[in-house]
């Protein structure tokens, strides 16, 4: 499919795609905004010191007996849930909805998580404080008690 629109430039057959919101000039300065505010405000130094306590804090829900893992990577963190610990763990059957269970608790607690399946994760903005991170930790760990009690 490649080579039958690939050809030089010059011979003016090539298969071009863009769309209408290419170059936009709008979206442009946004960006441009959104790069100097990165470069001026030392976002990724203060992203390193709230994912840092945001791992400290999701890493204390490792001793939950419904918890197999706690995984980070950056500012974003997966907990995965399971009948029991260890390297037996199993997880629940992805029919009784658990992660969304914890969803909901946390909804109703005003915190945004995201469930997928049998894992729950934390995907905060940029602009989260220490206190929020703390909230966001205690909503979680509520729902993994009230989702996994029976």
């Known amino acids: 499919m ?10 003016l057959n090539a298969f071009l795609h863009s ?3 290419t170059g936009n000039p709008l979206a442009c300065a946004a960006a441009r905004a959104s790069l100097a505010i990165f470069r001026d405000d030392d976002v990724l130094e203060r992203n390193r010191a709230l ?15 419904h918890v197999a893992e706690v995984r980070q990577r950056g500012m ?7 009948r029991e610990q260890g390297e037996a763990a199993r997880p629940y059957p992805w029919q009784e909805r658990r992660g969304l269970r914890i969803y909901r608790h946390a909804l109703s607690r005003g915190v945004l998580l995201r469930p997928i399946d049998n894992v729950v994760y934390f995907m905060p903005p940029y602009v989260i404080t ?6 966001m930790v205690e909503v979680a760990r509520e729902g993994i008690e009230r989702a996994t009690c029976d």
């Open 76 to 82: 974003i963190v997966a907990i995965e849930l399971a």
């Open 2 to 11: 490649y080579q039958a629109f690939y050809d030089e430039y010059v011979k």
């Open 130 to 135: 220490p206190e929020e991170i703390d909230l």
């Open 19 to 21: 769309h209408s919101f």
């Open 51 to 65: 994912a840092a306590r945001m791992g400290e804090r999701a890493r204390a829900l490792e001793d939950h007996p």
